[in-house]
């Protein structure tokens, strides 16, 4: 049998460590989706192991196969040496693998040592509760995870609510604790806390595996990092001190060959959009935006670049009327546009292809033609007197539907029967009909093959070409630097900087300032940083 | 994935109803009855002859109403199970009309009726009216709010009957005035024969007009459009610019006014007093049924609504009287199972397969 110390054939992990988790060629697919293709993956004994991404990069996936969640479709895991299958999560648990799930799995009305004790064999018939009571305090204690035993679950924030699962898995005897985003949900003080616990574990003998798309905290808690970017690995174990956030950043966004769009030189116009120092929270009431300010003018894209979660879902609802900017203001053609509704925005001429297609852009039961008149539906042709004109809306649609390539047998039928490109086609379709005056579009590629993501290309330049503001959130960055005239990034919702993009398009430098901007440093310290070394 | 055909639905609940038969048939013949007989009982005590046939449609009509009033609800997603209480407010706005007295006893029907008529539509909109604004303003569960409504419906007409407009001390005001009451078939037998004794009366074409002017609205209309596209992705709507908060009062205003539209043609139509017990017969909570079972389309909830009726009134005919209800309420237990067909398709997967 394989002893603990057994060599492995990647390369990644160094000769003689100890191995807690070996995953091999993990293939997962999902209808449409590859999310995992040949995944390798290695964690050492006592290691906090990173597992950076981007949002569907696969990562989530992995961990849910290697805690028992999921059976790849191939692949083999082998856990302290010996190889396993598990079939359900309480498998992963016996062989002390615990997973911590992004949406928490806890009974509200019950307290912290009743919800650690359930679905245990132990204590059998009667709770002795003040017992477990203070054998949970003596955990939480231990590796400082502060929360009283005898709280009701209801009664806790979401920080102390991810230390009872974490309590849950120690009292278990995970020894390989997996946490898929655990900071996602935790304030900076909090985000303190977790480290230091995570730290006394990994003193203990234990590893962790730290799900994360947030480059400084990975930079700031791991011991090795593994990137994934499209279900593959794009870098494996890398020691997190020999490696640098832009590698890191590179490794996540991609540096793929920048194709060549077909862009005409444009000289912008007027002043379309002005943001002005914008303040917004994001839907747990934190602070999503942090005096951001920004415009974009007639006939030209600007990108907005930055790592999922820094603010570009708050700032194009502020912008779009969907959210309250809580400071600031958000200028449209003049006319002060934010805190009034999203409809004075339709009306203004704001169009907006947003991130979620179909929990946003578009009614799933409804038909093509009830989605492409969404925003024209209540203005004349379509609309008289009250009522739709529906000949008129129909023939709408079908205009639609061959101009822009759609297919589907009818008009009639539901979106929700669409692919994801016909349907963006669809959204598409209605924000470009109604002649926008300023576009946001925000991830109009995302999870649309190849061809879908050149027509969404096109159209967007073609929208240029005929003088719409388009301002471009995306986390493709070969995307936003082949598309934008113009790239301003976002971090903590906050600008850090702007970078034009001249006729010659886009060099490598620009890519390494972007990175370097997206993990957080201003464009002035990363001049300033230029200047001292040509000194 | 594929769309099943578009018979499915329909074959679906078809079949629902099937089963529902069949189970019900098996709990008759526990019973110690005969389940054919007892169906073909039902039947022909509700379709028989042109007077049973009459008598059926006079039990579908407040039905109807009260099915519409439940449809346009449910189409936002708001879930009215007050339609009870605001069919019996309704019944009270129009009696009040008559009782108060607001217009006297001998006034033209020509005025009477459409007075009466939007009495009813104002009081039921007022029952909608609370607990949509309990939603729009406060969030407060509307299955809640319009729950408990109903009760305060009963009593609040109950205390009118007894204490304000009670006749010799009965539970129930007096008989309202021949000029107050809808036009009903039988007053026509003088010059039209076979309309003698036909108890069928204006409330069915009101309820016929109503449906399909809530068809039009919902399916051709600006104000339905918002409905529908709230009702299926309200963060769609949202998006699109439309009002939530403002068509969530409406929707219920006008839920509980189609209910209050059916109390009044109820107690104008038939019972012809002010009196609680033939008026809180549940036809708010059999209008959610019907409204379910005509998958919220107007149209097809008239068909439905008489389907209803039928059962209703063969409730009289057999013993013991709980049969149709218990069919009834099997219908429904069956159609809800049947939903589950249509939002999921069903595939078998053997031990140790992957799903
Ligand atoms: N249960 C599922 N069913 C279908 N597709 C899924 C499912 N879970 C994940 N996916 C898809 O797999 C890809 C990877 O998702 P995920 O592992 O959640 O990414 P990450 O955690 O890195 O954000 C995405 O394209 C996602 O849409
Ligand atoms: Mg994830």
Redesign the pocket.
């Known amino acids: 049998m394989d002893t603990l110390e057994r060599k492995t054939t990647n390369p990644s992990v160094a000769e003689g460590a100890t191995l807690f988790v070996e995953m091999n060629g993990i293939v997962k697919r ?2 449409g ?1 590859l ?1 995992n293709d040949h995944v390798d993956f290695v964690l050492r004994h006592g290691e906090i192991h990173a597992l950076l ?1 981007e ?8 961990m849910n196969v290697l805690a028992g969640l999921y059976r790849p479709e191939s692949g083999t895991i082998l856990v302290k040496g010996k190889v396993v299958n598990f079939s359900s999560p309480r498998d992963a648990i016996k062989a002390g693998i615990g997973m911590i799930h992004q949406h928490f799995m806890l009974v509200p009305s019950q307290t912290v040592t009743e919800n650690i004790l359930l679905g245990l064999d132990k204590p059998r018939f009667r709770l002795q509760l003040n017992e477990y009571d203070h054998i949970v305090a003596d955990l939480s204690e231990r590796f400082g995870l502060k929360v009283e035993p005898r709280a009701k679950v209801w009664q806790l924030s979401v920080g102390e609510q991810q230390r009872v699962e974490i309590l849950k898995m120690l009292y278990r005897g995970t020894d390989i604790l997996i946490m898929d985003e655990p900071t996602a949900v935790l304030a900076p003080q909090e985000i303190e806390d977790l480290f230091k616990t995570l730290r006394a574990m990994v003193a203990e003998g234990k590893s962790i595996i730290f ?1 994360s798309h947030k480059l400084h905290e990975v930079m700031a808690i791991a011991d090795r990092v593994t990137v ?1 970017r499209k ?1 593959k690995v794009t870098a494996a174990g890398l020691d997190a001190r020999k490696t640098t956030l832009q590698e890191l950043a590179r490794q996540m966004v991609g540096r793929e060959v920048i194709f060549h769009l077909d862009k005409k030189l444009n000289t912008p116009g007027e002043i379309v959009l002005e943001v002005e120092d914008v303040c917004a929270e994001n839907d747990k009431g934190l602070q999503a935006l942090n005096g951001l300010s920004l415009d974009v003018r007639a006939g030209e894209i600007v990108g907005l670049a930055g790592v999922a979660g820094n603010g570009q879902r708050e700032l194009a609802q502020v912008i779009t009327g969907l959210r309250r900017c809580t400071d600031g203001c958000v200028i449209l053609n003049g006319e002060v546009i934010c805190n009034r509704s999203a409809l004075v925005g339709i009306q203004r001429g704001v169009s907006h292809i947003p991130e979620d297609r179909t929990g946003v852009g578009t009614a799933p039961d409804l038909s093509v033609t009830d989605n492409v008149i969404m925003k024209q539906y209540r203005r004349p042709p379509i609309a008289q007197h009250g009522m739709l004109n529906m000949q008129v809306a129909t023939k709408f649609a079908n205009e639609l539907k061959e101009s822009y390539d759609i297919i589907v047998p009818n008009v009639e039928t539901p979106v929700r029967l669409l692919s994801g490109g016909n349907l963006q086609r669809v959204i598409l379709a209605r924000e470009i009909s109604g002649q926008p005056s300023l576009m946001v579009a925000v991830q109009p590629t995302r ?1 649309l093959d190849v061809g879908a993501i050149e027509g969404v290309h096109r159209l967007l330049l073609s929208q240029r070409e005929s003088g719409a503001a388009i301002l471009l959130i995306s986390e493709e960055l070969e995307e936003l630097l082949s598309l934008s005239d113009r790239v301003y990034v976002i971090y903590e919702g906050r600008i850090m900087g702007e970078v034009k993009i001249g006729a010659g398009g886009s060099s490598p430098e620009m890519i390494d300032t972007v990175g370097l901007m997206m993990t957080g440093t201003p464009l002035e310290q990363i001049r300033k940083g230029e200047a001292e070394r040509n000194v | 994935m594929k769309e099943p055909p578009r018979w499915y639905p329909a074959a679906v609940s078809l079949g629902a109803i099937m089963v529902a038969l069949v189970l019900g048939g098996i709990l008759i013949a526990f019973a110690g009855g005969d389940p054919f007989r007892s169906y073909a009982h039902i039947a022909k005590a509700s379709f028989g002859n042109l007077g049973v046939l009459s008598d059926t449609i006079v039990k579908a009509t407040p039905i109807l109403l009260t099915s519409l009033a439940c449809s346009i609800a449910f189409r936002m997603k708001l879930w009215n199970i007050g339609a009870e209480g605001q069919f019996i407010m309704g019944a009270f706005g129009a009696g009040a009309i008559v009782l108060t007295p607001i217009l006297p006893a001998d006034t033209s029907p020509w005025i009477f009726i459409p007075v009466m008529m939007l009495a009813g539509i104002l009081m039921g909109a007022i029952w909608g009216f609370f607990p949509g604004f309990l939603k729009a303003r406060f969030n407060v569960n509307e299955i809640i709010s319009t729950l408990m409504m109903n009760y305060i419906a009963i009593s609040w007409v109950n205390f009118f009957i007894f204490a304000v407009w009670t006749e010799g001390g009965f539970q129930m005001s007096p008989k309202f005035p021949e000029n107050a009451w809808l036009p009903r078939l039988l007053d026509y037998a003088k010059t039209i024969p076979i309309f003698s004794g036909l108890t069928t009366h204006l409330g069915l074409l009101i309820g016929i007009v109503a449906a399909i002017v809530l068809w039009i609205v919902i399916y051709r209309s600006r104000w339905g459009y918002e409905i529908r596209l709230i009702g299926d992705n309200p963060r769609a709507a949202q998006y699109a610019g439309i009002n939530i908060t403002r068509n969530t009062v409406l929707v219920m205003m006008l839920s509980g006014a189609l209910a209050g539209l059916g109390g009044m043609s109820e107690i104008t139509g038939m019972v012809h007093r002010l009196q609680t017990t033939p008026l809180a017969a549940g036809y708010g909570f059999t209008g959610i049924i019907v409204a379910w079972l005509a998958k919220l389309n107007p149209l097809v909830a008239i068909l439905v609504s008489i389907l209803f009726g039928a059962l209703l009134l063969a409730g009289r005919e057999i013993q013991p009287s709980g049969v149709p209800k218990m069919i009834q309420g099997i219908i429904l237990v069956c159609l809800i199972a049947s939903d589950f067909l249509m939002r999921y398709r069903v595939r078998i997967v053997r031990a140790g397969e992957e799903a």
């Open positions: 999902f209808p989706v999310a991404g949002n569907g990069a696969g990562k989530s996936t992995l799900i994934l279900g999870g």
